[in-house]
């Protein structure tokens, strides 16, 4: 399928997404979002690829949100479906995937543009950007999962301060917050994301799936994390990955995933 609102490019065992419609500010519109949910899929089919990174074009947005212009008439049925599809389309997707997706946030990551970033295992930041959550100033509330998640991510004050005041924070805010893990020079944001995947894919991607997969049942209130944990650390022995690993250790040379 040939994309229009995204360019995905794969190398070195890793996938690029940069979302592309600059002058919308990257803002997710239904067509971004089904582009999106294809070229991820197709990412979870290839093997070799073993880390993601994600990104808006441009040096001034990461995603600046929802298209607004595009549920703007929308009734209570129809914000009911787009919240509904998008998290499962998209959101969902990314949050569950076996291999990690690092946002690398160079820009507004405003509304529906921070829930992707959250959405993301890892986030990186320029240090222009500016992350909110202004969903009130519209009259509605975030959509795309970022109650639930801005709140495990930073606590319930700090979220709730950032939804009922819609203030933006500064890339160095957002460090403070642990709401992003590094803040660096726009013209480094790439390349620090780089070398975090590069420190992934030399990792067993067995157990990293495992290791995303226990993470987050801690977030699943049907589940019990330890359990989920004892499971998948005993699913990992007699793989051929383990023997790897291990046997690369005792032999003192490094393990080939
Ligand atoms: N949806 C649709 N279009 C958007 C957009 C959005 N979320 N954000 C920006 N754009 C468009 C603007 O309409 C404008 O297009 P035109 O030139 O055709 O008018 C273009 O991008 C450039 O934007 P601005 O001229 O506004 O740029 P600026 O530098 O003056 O302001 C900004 C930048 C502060 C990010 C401002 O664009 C803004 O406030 N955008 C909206 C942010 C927002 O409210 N996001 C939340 C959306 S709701 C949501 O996400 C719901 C959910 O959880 C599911």
């Given at each position: 399928m040939e994309f229009k609102n995204i360019v995905v490019l794969n190398s070195n065992n890793i996938c690029h997404i940069t979302i592309n419609r600059p002058k919308q500010l990257n803002a997710l519109n239904a067509k971004t979002i089904f582009e999106l949910n294809v070229a991820i899929n197709k990412v979870q089919e290839d093997s070799s690829v073993r880390a993601i990174i994600l990104t808006g074009s441009g040096n001034k947005a990461f995603v600046a949100g929802a298209d607004?212009?595009?549920f703007?008439?929308?009734s209570a049925i129809e914000g009911e479906e787009l919240a509904r599809n998008g998290q499962k389309l998209l959101f969902d997707l990314i949050d569950n995937l076996n291999i990690p997706c690092i946002a690398a946030v160079n820009g507004f990551a405003l509304g529906g543009g921070l829930e992707l970033a959250m959405s993301c295992?890892?986030?990186?930041?320029?240090?222009?950007?500016k992350l909110g959550l202004p969903e009130v100033t519209l009259g509605v509330i975030p959509g795309y999962g970022g109650t639930q998640r801005l709140t495990n991510l930073v606590g319930k004050g700090k979220a709730l301060?950032?939804?009922v005041t819609?203030?933006?924070l500064s890339a160095n805010e957002a460090l403070q917050w642990g709401l992003v893990n590094h803040v660096c020079a726009q013209e480094d944001l790439l390349i620090l994301a780089e070398k975090i995947a590069n420190k992934i894919i030399r990792n067993s991607p067995m157990a990293i799936s495992k290791a995303i997969k226990s993470v987050n049942a801690s977030f699943n209130k049907t589940l019990d994390g330890f359990e989920v944990e004892k499971k998948e650390f005993g699913s990992c022995f007699e793989s051929k990955e383990f023997i790897e690993g291990t046997s690369a250790f005792m032999q003192k040379r490094k393990p080939n995933f």
């Amino acid at each position: 399928m040939e994309f229009k609102n995204i360019v995905v490019l794969n190398s070195n065992n890793i996938c690029h997404i940069t979302i592309n419609r600059p002058k919308q500010l990257n803002a997710l519109n239904a067509k971004t979002i089904f582009e999106l949910n294809v070229a991820i899929n197709k990412v979870q089919e290839d093997s070799s690829v073993r880390a993601i990174i994600l990104t808006g074009s441009g040096n001034k947005a990461f995603v600046a949100g929802a298209d607004i212009k595009e549920f703007a008439h929308f009734s209570a049925i129809e914000g009911e479906e787009l919240a509904r599809n998008g998290q499962k389309l998209l959101f969902d997707l990314i949050d569950n995937l076996n291999i990690p997706c690092i946002a690398a946030v160079n820009g507004f990551a405003l509304g529906g543009g921070l829930e992707l970033a959250m959405s993301c295992h890892i986030r990186i930041a320029s240090d222009n950007s500016k992350l909110g959550l202004p969903e009130v100033t519209l009259g509605v509330i975030p959509g795309y999962g970022g109650t639930q998640r801005l709140t495990n991510l930073v606590g319930k004050g700090k979220a709730l301060e950032m939804i009922v005041t819609a203030s933006m924070l500064s890339a160095n805010e957002a460090l403070q917050w642990g709401l992003v893990n590094h803040v660096c020079a726009q013209e480094d944001l790439l390349i620090l994301a780089e070398k975090i995947a590069n420190k992934i894919i030399r990792n067993s991607p067995m157990a990293i799936s495992k290791a995303i997969k226990s993470v987050n049942a801690s977030f699943n209130k049907t589940l019990d994390g330890f359990e989920v944990e004892k499971k998948e650390f005993g699913s990992c022995f007699e793989s051929k990955e383990f023997i790897e690993g291990t046997s690369a250790f005792m032999q003192k040379r490094k393990p080939n995933f």
